[in-house]
C-alpha cells in the first residue's frame, strides 16, 4: 500500500475509533444522569451533583444534565446565608442556568430558578430583572408577577420601620398619622415607586390566578404601605385602608376554600379508568 492510501486508511480508522470512543461517551453520560436522578429523588443532593457532573463531563452537549446539575446545586444554596460558600453555590448555578439559556433563550425554566437563586440571597433587584424576564417569555405566570410584588412590599416595608425606629415610633400599619411630617415625606421618597410597581404585579398575579390568596394577602400588605404615601390625605387614606382590609378579607376566604378543595376526598360511588365502578 502507498504512503497516500495508508494514510487515507488510517484516517478512516480514526474517525471510526472517535466516533465509537463518542458512541460510549454518550452512553456513559446517560448512565451517569439516570444515577444522578434516581440520587436526587432521594434528596441525596451531593451524590446527585457529583453524578451530573460526570455527565456533563462526558457529553458536554447533553443539555439535560446542565439542568440537572444546575438544579441539585440550588437545592444546596440555604436561603439568606450570604456565607461564600453558599453565595459561590449560588453563583455556579446560576452560570449553569445561563449557559443553558445560552442554547436555548426561551427556556423558561432556567429563567426562573436564576429569579428564585437570586431571591434566596438577597439580591431583590437582580431577582426582579430576571422574574420581568420570565413574564416577558410568558406574561401569565402568576409567580413572577407575586415574586415581584413580594419584593417591593419588602423592601418598602423595611424603609418605613428604618425611618420610624430612627424617629422612636413603631409602624402602627394603618399610615402612621403621627408620625412627623418629615419623616413620612422622606418614607415617600423611598416608596412611592415600589409601592405602584408592587401593586401592578400582584394584581397582575391575582388576574392569572384568581384563587392566589397569597397574592391577595400581599396586596392587603402593600395598600397599608400605600397608606403612608397619602399622608396628611384622609380620605385617601381611608380608602387606602379600605382597600387593605377588602383584600384582607379576600385572601382568608379563599384560602378556607383552597383547603377544603386540597382535603376533599372522592365522594359517594366512582368510576376508575376502565369504568367500573369502586
Given amino acids: 500500500m502507498n504512503r497516500p492510501a495508508r494514510i487515507t486508511a488510517f484516517a478512516v480508522t480514526l474517525a471510526g475509533m472517535v466516533l465509537a470512543m463518542s458512541g460510549c461517551n454518550q452512553l456513559a453520560a446517560r448512565d451517569q444522569l439516570n444515577k444522578g436522578v434516581e440520587a436526587y429523588k432521594s434528596a441525596h443532593y451531593e451524590e446527585a451533583i457529583g453524578h451530573f457532573q460526570k455527565a456533563t463531563q462526558l457529553d458536554p452537549n447533553l443539555p439535560t444534565a446542565k439542568t440537572y446539575l444546575a438544579t441539585a446545586l440550588a437545592q444546596n444554596i440555604v436561603p439568606g446565608l450570604e456565607t461564600p460558600e453558599n453565595i459561590k453555590t449560588a453563583e455556579q448555578a446560576i452560570a449553569i442556568f445561563k449557559d443553558v439559556l445560552a442554547k436555548d433563550p426561551n427556556d423558561v425554566n432556567s429563567l426562573k430558578q436564576i429569579a428564585g437563586i437570586y431571591y434566596q440571597i438577597k439580591k431583590n433587584d437582580d431577582a426582579k430583572t430576571w422574574q420581568k424576564q420570565v413574564l416577558a ?21 423595611k424603609n418605613v420601620l428604618t425611618a420610624l425606629q430612627a424617629a422612636g415610633l413603631n409602624d402602627d400599619g394603618q399610615g402612621n398619622a403621627k408620625a412627623p411630617k418629615q419623616v413620612m415625606e422622606a418614607i415617600k421618597a423611598k416608596n412611592a415607586p415600589l409601592v405602584e410597581e408592587g401593586l401592578q404585579f400582584l394584581n397582575q398575579a391575582v388576574a392569572n390566578r384568581a384563587n392566589y390568596d397569597d397574592a391577595m394577602a400581599y396586596l392587603n400588605l402593600t395598600y397599608r404601605r400605600k397608606a403612608d404615601l397619602d399622608f396628611g390625605n384622609a380620605a385617601a387614606v381611608k380608602a387606602d385602608l379600605a382597600s387593605a382590609d377588602e383584600w384582607r378579607t379576600k385572601a382568608m376566604g379563599t384560602r378556607k376554600e383552597n383547603e377544603a378543595k386540597k382535603n376533599a376526598g372522592p365522594v359517594g360511588i366512582t368510576m376508575d379508568a376502565n369504568g367500573k365502578l369502586k
Fill in 137 to 157: 417569555k410568558d406574561p401569565h405566570d402568576p409567580e413572577a408577577a407575586y415574586t415581584i410584588g413580594v419584593i417591593d412590599w419588602d423592601v418598602a416595608h
